[in-house]
């Protein structure tokens, strides 16, 4: 009943390597984001979407990709994972205006 | 980009008060407000818009004053239950909100 769902929940993985992870809603909300969060900074953005096919840089996307190809899936990679990407990632869903609901995070950690 | 929050921490006992604070540099649309606790997601408590318009739990109370880009979090007769970080996110004219580094609430018995 969450409406939204991040897979998978704990990933470690090695330096070098891509890594997805994906979020999956069934809300048909617009909006979707990838956060990472770190202790200190507070939660920083990724990436987000604004519809099927329409995304764009957040204030961390270097070494970042995504795709919606469906409203109800957005999937992060990391297209070769570094040590300093250990954190943990949460997506979120939103309508305009309205307040975020948050997955409840993937930990990874890069090793 | 990201909003200044303050205090970063503060220490309360049941049934006192305490306000977080929330700025921008930028002009802002509107305010969210956040509680996270440890090892969980983070969940929305209210959102303030340009004009006045807010949303969100009956038992929070908060204020934007749109002119200095501001926002506070009010909480009241503290419980147990309060505990936790809080966050604000900032939104200027486009989609996407940029959170503050939080303030930890600690609320003892």
């Not at chain 1, 929940?9 to 330096?15: C, F, L, N, P, Q």
């Not at chain 1, 995304?55 to 990391?78: H, I, M």
């Not at chain 2, 109370?61 to 926002?71: G, L, W, Y």
Request: proline residues 3%; charged residues 20%.
């Amino acid at each position: 009943d969450a409406g939204i769902t991040q897979s998978p929940r704990h990933k470690v993985t090695e330096t070098g390597t891509p890594v997805t992870l994906r979020c999956h809603q069934t809300e048909n909300h617009r909006y979707m984001y990838w956060y990472r969060q770190d202790p200190g900074h507070g939660l920083r953005l990724i990436h987000y979407s604004y519809g099927v096919k329409d995304t764009d840089k957040g204030e961390v996307s270097d070494g970042y990709s995504v795709s919606r190809s469906k409203t109800e899936d957005f999937l992060l990679t990391l297209e070769s994972a570094t040590s300093s990407q250990t954190s943990v990632y949460f997506c979120a869903i939103s309508e305009r205006r309205e307040g975020y609901t948050f997955g409840s995070g993937t930990r990874l950690t890069v090793v | 980009q990201q909003p200044v929050q303050s205090p970063q921490a503060v220490i309360l006992r049941e049934g006192e008060d305490a306000v977080i604070n929330c700025s921008s540099s930028k002009a802002l649309y509107s305010v969210h407000w956040y509680r996270q606790k440890h090892g969980e997601a983070p969940v929305f408590l209210m959102i303030l818009l340009k004009g006045g318009e807010q949303k969100g739990h009956e038992k929070i109370s908060a204020s934007f004053n749109e002119k200095k880009q501001q926002s506070s979090l009010y909480l009241t007769a503290s419980q147990l239950s309060y505990s936790g970080t809080y966050f604000c996110g900032t939104e200027r004219d486009d989609y996407k909100l940029s959170f503050g580094a939080g303030t930890t609430v600690t609320v003892r018995a």
